[in-house]
């Protein structure tokens, strides 16, 4: 008879609020992707209030993390601090709208040096933010995103392009857009007017944001390829987790 198969273990860090559509999206389009597979997938929603002192340790049975939205978040640091940790151990991750936002600010510190790196939404008076003010709104707004030739993300999806929807007011500032073209963190897909809408990580098992909601397919329904490959991904790290 065989052993059943450790199951993967899937941190949701953000607050969670049954109102969010997001949110009610989220589990929707993971048991989508989850069935047919001899490893199943648990998931557990973390609060940020809960990422309080060794976050590693906290986070150190999970096999991945989707940063999900609803920013501001309670507890900014320890969202930060769980990022950094998927990044440099890693682990996949995956982070959608709020959690795009804040892998950026997570890599603008670390790796680009900006000191104190700010959210225009957090710091309204920053002169300088890293995460700023939309030029347009994308509040229950949808629109085209082009994948950039060669990325993961182009690959998953196997085209060009794809419309998807948003619910934020907030992205990366167009004068830190130039310092991804340097890499390892480099834009994985833009708007139609050009502006970065998703970025990835080269040299990582999966490391991926997106501006828009991707985990919006599951309320209509719809399997959908990214949070697909981030689960293969998930599924995949736990051997690494079980030899720690």
Do not use: K
């Amino acid at each position: 008879m065989d052993t059943p198969r450790s199951p993967a273990r899937l941190a949701l860090v953000g607050d969670h609020d049954p109102a969010a559509v997001a949110h009610q999206g989220i589990p929707l389009a993971l048991r989508l992707v989850a069935g047919g597979s001899d490893r199943p997938l648990d998931w557990e929603w973390l609060h940020t209030s809960t990422l309080v002192g060794d976050v590693p340790a906290r986070l150190g049975g999970f096999d991945g993390i989707w940063c999900v939205p609803g920013s501001p978040y309670a507890n900014t640091h320890g969202v930060l601090a769980a990022i950094r940790w998927a990044r440099e151990r890693g682990v996949p991750f995956f982070g959608t709208c709020g959690g795009f936002q804040h892998a950026l600010l997570d890599y603008a510190a670390a790796v680009w040096n900006v000191d104190a790196p700010a959210h225009a939404e957090l710091d309204p008076s920053a002169a300088d933010p890293v995460i700023a003010p939309l030029t347009c709104g994308l509040v229950e707004q949808s629109g085209t995103i082009r994948f950039e030739p060669g990325t993961r993300l182009r690959s998953i999806h196997g085209s060009d392009d794809a419309v998807e929807g948003y619910h934020c007011n907030y992205g990366l500032n167009p004068a830190y857009a130039t310092r991804l073209a340097s890499g390892p963190l480099r834009v994985a897909a833009r708007d139609l007017a050009g502006d970065v809408r998703a970025v990835e990580l080269d040299g990582h098992p999966f490391f991926l944001a997106t501006l828009y909601q991707p985990e919006r397919s599951g309320l209509t329904g719809q399997r959908h390829p990214l949070i697909a490959a981030f689960v293969d991904a998930v599924r995949a790290h736990v051997p690494a987790r079980l030899h720690r």
